[in-house]
């Protein structure tokens, strides 16, 4: 994720928080290759309140 935003490590971990804290994102962390991973997920309020954002994106731009 972070590579693909092009965003530092703190960065991205200070959105999830915020965006953890408002119930958008489940995120929890587990071993993967003898590291830690953070895995981010999509809650059902998330989901919701981003596909109302991009509808209003479009509306905006006119599409």
Known sequence: MRDS???SNSA??????ILHA???VRLRKEPFNSRI???A???PLGRTVLIAHLARLR???GA
Not at 12 to 17: D, H
């Open 12 to 17: 991205v971990n200070m959105q999830l928080r």
């Open 22 to 24: 408002a119930g958008y």
């Open 5 to 7: 935003l092009r965003l």
């Open 41 to 43: 997920e999509l809650t």
């Open 37 to 39: 991973h953070a895995w």
């Open 59 to 61: 509306a905006l731009a």
